[in-house]
């Protein structure tokens, strides 16, 4: 495919204009893969449609694309069993003596977002079902918990021992080669980028912030507003992507225990990290077997183990075979409306590349900017890239060998030019966060139960606070040349004030008392 200039910017944002519009996720990105059908077949219809098939086609047959489908898949299974053979509801009476309080079911969804950093996909599975539940018993909207999900996701696994390391580390590699860097290895530079990954960092942080003061702004306080006050979790005319409560009915007359819960968990996170583990035998050393692992072939792994110990305990709690596989559909059935919006965000995502809209938008980027204005240039683009595309990685692959080059053309410093993978890192982190394409976006929606569009919308403005706050440190950085530990302290101090200031001011506007939103078992 050749270079289409502006154009390639033109289906991204039209689904991305649709999606908030007509808040009909899947009929949108299909028109953005259509849009860019017609405009690579010169406007003829049949071929544009043809065309769009073909995308589609390939993003089902690419092998890791279809190894995390079944995963989905699978995940939706091990899902159902938990809800029929009463897990969601021992964890409910479980949490009624353990976890009192909205707050504590903040604090431990955003603890158990940071702990599981081995896959963000693998993340927000684990915490949404986790926390689901407990949400609902505390009216807590869906939009706060997959802004949770969502926020400790691909944020932590970029920052943590994940399948996201050895990525970054090879993309750091090939910006080594290509600028001639010696003396420095791509282990040692992604160290080095790891504190100029603002945006991840802070991300996280105010994650914490949100929970633990009890306090929001913008759509999100007008979510829990909805929630506290109404006891709705989601707003009237709302399409969840999962309602398992819904979907699969009541669940069986067994006798809940704990273990029916947490056991197919566990399961799913040991089989996929050993599954990691094992794929990538052939490396040396830790971050050598994460680059030579088939994450998604190991998340696949998981799931299914963890559909078959969800059989096994309905065996035990003896459920006839018949029962069983209704089950097991009934939790494929959970995941269809799942599975075409990913098949579709990968389309687009491939049609974006055809027309070469990442080569469009470097080609923007001069070669003769000094450090700063780069700095912010890279950030920046970065994130409309990743946010255009829905893909983080792929804007880390196409940016991260060119951004090491420029910065030790103007630098000449080695450690500087490695450490600035992380603005790129940054970037892409943001836009893969906030782009309803994404896949991870998406499985924060499906997990915590949320309508995908409205866990967007809130998240936003969230998302643009983090943003600007680490856009402002990165100038800092520039012109003063502060210490990365500098920077994130004071950019935490920053985003705590404006929580406590946006949220006072929102809160006035809609008649809002914070006291409110400490409701425990009691109330």
């Known amino acids: 495919m050749g270079d289409y200039g502006i154009w390639a910017v033109v289906p991204p944002l039209v689904a991305i204009i649709l999606c908030f519009v007509t808040k009909r996720v899947l009929v949108s990105l299909f028109l953005g ?89 693998l993340n927000a599975a684990v915490v949404g079902n986790s926390f689901r539940d407990m949400s609902h018993k505390f009216n807590i909207s869906s939009e706060k918990l997959s802004y949770v999900l969502d926020s400790t996701a691909a944020p932590i696994s970029a920052l943590l021992i994940s399948d996201w390391i050895a990525f970054q580390i090879g993309m750091i590699q090939n910006g080594i080669d290509i600028a001639g860097i010696t003396g420095i290895g791509a282990v040692q530079g992604y ?88 794929t990538g035998r052939s490396g040396t050393g830790l971050m050598n077997i994460l680059e030579n692992s088939d994450a998604a072939l190991a998340l696949l792994w998981g799931a299914f183990a963890m559909t078959l110990v969800g059989m096994l305990i309905a065996f035990l709690s003896k459920i006839n075979v018949e029962e069983s596989m209704d089950i097991f559909l009934d939790g494929f059935k959970l995941m269809i409306m799942t599975g075409g919006i990913l098949v579709m965000a990968w389309s687009i995502g491939n049609v974006t590349s055809d027309m070469n809209l990442s080569n469009y938008l470097i080609s923007l980027v001069g070669e003769d900017l000094a450090l700063t204005p780069l700095i912010v240039v890279v950030f920046l683009l970065g994130m409309f890239t990743a946010f255009a595309t829905g893909t983080s990685w792929g804007t880390m692959a196409i940016m991260t060998p060119m951004t090491i080059p420029l910065v030790y053309q103007i630098t000449a410093n080695p450690q500087i030019s490695v450490a600035m993978a992380g603005v790129v890192f940054s ?87 914070f006291k409110d939103n400490k409701l425990s078992i009691e109330d």
């Open 33 to 121: 893969i259509f849009t860019g059908g017609l405009i690579i077949s010169n406007g003829n219809p049949l071929a544009g449609m043809a065309y769009s098939i073909d995308k589609i086609i390939i993003s089902i047959k690419d092998p890791w694309n279809l190894k995390l489908l079944l995963f989905t898949f699978f995940m939706g299974s091990g899902i159902a069993f938990i809800w029929q053979l009463g897990g969601s509801k021992a964890l409910e009476t479980w949490a009624v003596k353990k976890i009192d309080s909205r707050k504590k079911v903040g604090i431990g969804a955003w603890i158990l977002g940071i702990i599981v950093c081995i896959n963000d996909v």
């Open 191 to 278: 160290l080095r980028s790891i504190p100029f990954n603002l945006y991840s960092i802070l991300s996280v942080l105010f994650v914490g912030i949100i929970v633990i003061t009890g306090r929001d702004y913008g759509p999100m306080l007008k979510a829990e507003i909805r929630a506290i006050k109404e006891g709705k979790i989601h707003r009237d005319g709302a399409s969840p992507m999962l309602d398992v409560g819904y979907e699969l009915g009541e669940p069986k007359d067994v006798k809940p225990r704990l273990g029916t819960f947490f056991f197919p968990l566990i399961t799913v996170v040991v089989v996929s990290v050993l599954g990691i583990l094992w």
């Open 427 to 513: 970037g892409a982190i943001f836009g893969d966060h906030v782009s309803p394409i994404s896949d991870t976006t998406v499985a924060s929606s499906i997990f915590s139960g949320a309508d995908h569009m409205d866990h967007v919308r809130t998240q936003l403005p969230y998302a643009l606070t983090v943003a600007a706050v680490a856009l402002s440190m990165y100038v800092l950085y520039g012109i003063f040349k502060l210490s990365p530990v500098i920077l994130i302290t004071l950019g935490f101090i920053i985003l705590v004030g404006l929580v406590f200031l946006f949220s006072n001011i929102h809160a006035k506007n809609n008649d809002f008392d």
